[in-house]
């Protein structure tokens, strides 16, 4: 069995995917602060043969887990943001301090798509840019929808944007105080979004196919009027294009990964942009 770790500053999430037949056996999540051991919710690292790690926690938190996994798992794998991958070179000044969750989507989405906007919707929504010859532009970093509300400080903390709001009651105005902030970040993280795609195509002069992941993609998909595609494992799907170990893997097949999504017309997104800059 493969255990691949995504270490994000929320949440730790892992899946256990199964080595021969390439499925997906079981998967988790803790507080990243929870120390990583065997438990309740945590896989049994006694059918472990490899890890493959991407980890943007704190560099204590990363060799605290690779040092008890050293100690129980043959091979142990950790990915780090390089200046060229798999086609892709890096478009940081420093290739090295790019987010290696943002590395790994990037990675993913060209694998699969060629060129594209990779927007990871986290603790930080991050919104990195490949064109189809492989040269990452670089992105763009804000807020995620948690650390928007918690900044605020108005006492709505605790109160979630529901995942199965529509999105349409989620861009009107609120009418009350947890309403208006909800719906003010959900309009902040979905304009920016919509804005940065379309700028960022405009520009470039290509239309890119718009990947989404992470835990509020569900959410922020719903309110975006351009195609694009919601892929969950597009992190995990870095670590297997990086460290292939199945058949389908080295195959050049990510697991879970969606249809492509074909771009809307350059001419469409240019209209749109220019519909939205000169109201
Ligand atoms: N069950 C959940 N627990 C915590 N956060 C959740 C949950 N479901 C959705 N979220 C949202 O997902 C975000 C965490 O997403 P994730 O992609 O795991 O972030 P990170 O990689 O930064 O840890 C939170 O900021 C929150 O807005
Ligand atoms: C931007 C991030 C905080 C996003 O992390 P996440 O929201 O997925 O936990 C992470 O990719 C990171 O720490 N990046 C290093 C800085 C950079 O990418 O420029
Ligand atoms: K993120």
């Not at 903390?157 to 009651?169: H, K, L």
């Not at 002069?205 to 694009?228: I, N």
């Not at 990086?242 to 969606?258: D, H, I, K, Q, V």
Request: net charge neutral.
């Amino acid at each position: 069995m493969i255990l691949d770790l995504d270490i994000g500053n929320t949440l730790s999430k892992w899946r256990l995917k199964d080595t021969l037949s390439s499925e997906i056996r079981s998967r988790g999540a803790l507080w990243t602060r929870e120390e990583w051991r065997p438990g309740s919710d945590i896989p049994d690292l006694d059918v472990v043969q490899s890890v493959r790690i991407s980890s943007v926690a704190r560099k204590a938190v990363l060799e605290e887990t690779v040092a008890l996994l050293r100690r129980r798992v043959v091979s142990v794998y950790v990915a780090r943001s390089t200046a060229e991958a798999l086609g892709v070179t890096n478009g940081y000044e420093e290739p090295g301090r790019l987010g290696v969750d943002r590395w790994l989507g990037t990675l993913a989405g060209y694998q699969l798509a060629g060129g594209c906007c990779a927007v990871d919707c986290g603790s930080a929504i991050t919104v990195d840019f490949v064109l189809p010859g492989g040269r990452h532009l670089g992105g763009y970093i804000l807020p995620g929808l948690r650390l928007m509300k918690e900044s605020l400080k108005l006492g709505t903390r605790n109160v979630a944007i529901d995942p199965d709001s529509e999105a349409d009651e989620l861009l009107a105005p609120g009418k009350n105080t947890v309403e208006a902030v909800n719906h003010g970040i959900y309009m902040a993280a979905v304009s920016a979004v919509n804005r940065l795609y379309a700028e960022v195509c405009d520009r470039e002069g290509v239309a890119l196919p718009l990947l989404l992941t992470g835990g509020d993609a569900r959410v922020v998909s719903r309110g975006l009027r351009v195609p694009h595609a919601v892929w969950p494992d597009m992190v995990y799907g870095g670590l297997e294009a990086c460290f292939p170990l199945t058949a389908a893997e080295r195959a050049g097949r990510l697991s879970g990964a969606p249809r492509v999504p074909v771009p809307a017309a350059l001419e469409k997104i240019r209209a749109g942009l220019a519909f939205s800059t000169l109201l």
